[in-house]
């Protein structure tokens, strides 16, 4: 659990260790070492995220603990579903620095995407959405950002952290403080006399002074020293200035030149994968044609299904697709078989149907379902003929072996008892 003191209030953030280790330890160990101190929020989405993190403020600096962007962690329990929760900002697949992100609402389209590794508990989340509440530019940029003011660890899972030491550049005293450093001549209090004064009634002394030009030309020497150690420093400004603008310059040219070669490299693998399926299917497809052509039918039955199944794939080709025309051509062909229906009734006759029909595609056409009439027969229950009693003949050999039979059975059955 991390609490974040920002100029919008304290954001109490808790981390989910479990899901995303390696995103958590950068997080709490950065923390730990004050790296995010005096860090602003550069970057503001109204009602999408607050992105911040980089101690550029450019948005494109940023280092992790590991010495090297490392991998996403996805989890399939979380989503960006709601506000509130905090992840890993990248450029790309497996980029992740220092920079991290709040939502500030749902955010399906970043799934899969970006790590979510913690989220903010309590009523701290209304100062965490106070960061959206500034304005900003068409950038995205805003004009006043807020920022972090201090971190603080309240709970840390991982116990073999070692905070690192951060050599952070020293910044340059100001020129009034310079100024009061520099070595000052004593003042004399005493007034110093020359040897004019001395030998005031010696004739052969210049009444002309010569302390003035020397005064003014050590005071033009101070003042060109001065201006030049003010150039000299304004020069060393304006360098580094210019080293680090061309450092941010580079890693920008860097990045974009990394995601141009990952899309690049991205879309030849799917150009490669679709030649590979292509020629694979192409090779299937004459291997069958092959097959076919080499193997001789074994009997007729198989060289007519054959014809058959060339002819339906040949018909379905010509089948329009679905839509108006497609409806047409199914309800003409509806007509077409109703019309062939209604002639082959028509052609034969009632009286003239075959007693055994010949079985082809278009006997079936003109068939007329016909029922045996069976007479029923009344008997009389006063008369009795031979067919009204059962006749059951013991000495009959038939009978006999059925018994026999029977016989065998049970004693068998009493056996196995």
Known sequence: ??????????????????????????????????????????RVVPGF????????????????????????????????????????????????????????????????KHTIFGKVTGDTVYNMLRLSEVDIDDDERPHNPHKIKSCEVLFNPFDDIIPREIKRPKKEKPEEEVKKLKPKGTNMKGK??????????????????????????????????????????????????????????????????HEELRKEARQLKRELLAAKQKKVENAAKQAEKRSEEEEAPPDGAVAEYRREKQKY??????????????????????????SKLTQAIAETPENDIPETEVEDDEGWMSHVLQFEDKSRKVKDASMQDSDTFEIYDPRNPVNKRRREESKKLMREKKERR
């Open 313 to 338: 794939e040949a018909l379905r080709k010509q089948q329009s697709k679905k839509g108006t025309s497609r409806e047409d051509q199914t309800l003409a062909l509806l007509n077409q078989f109703k």
């Open 49 to 112: 995220i607050v992105q911040g993190g980089d101690p550029t403020g450019t948005g494109s600096g940023g280092e992790s603990i590991y010495g090297a962007p490392f991998k996403d962690e996805f989890h399939s329990r979380l989503r960006f579903n709601r506000r509130g929760l905090v992840a890993m900002a990248n450029a790309g697949s497996h980029d992740n620095g220092s920079q991290f992100f709040f939502t500030l609402g749902r955010a399906d389209e970043l799934n899969n």
């Open 192 to 257: 110093s006399k020359s040897s004019h004064d001395l030998l005031k009634d010696d004739p052969h002394l210049s009444s002309v002074p010569v302390v003035e030009s020397e005064k003014g030309d050590a005071a033009d020497l101070d003042d060109d020293g001065e201006d030049e150690s003010a150039e000299h420093d304004e020069y060393i400004d304006g360098d580094e200035k210019n080293l680090m603008r061309e450092r941010i310059l580079e890693k920008e040219k860097w990045r974009r030149n």
């Open 1 to 42: 659990q991390v609490l974040l003191k920002t100029t919008a209030g304290d954001i109490d953030i808790e981390l989910w260790s479990k899901e995303a280790p390696k995103a958590c330890r950068n997080f709490i160990q950065l923390c730990l070492e004050a790296y995010y101190d005096n860090t602003i929020f550069h």
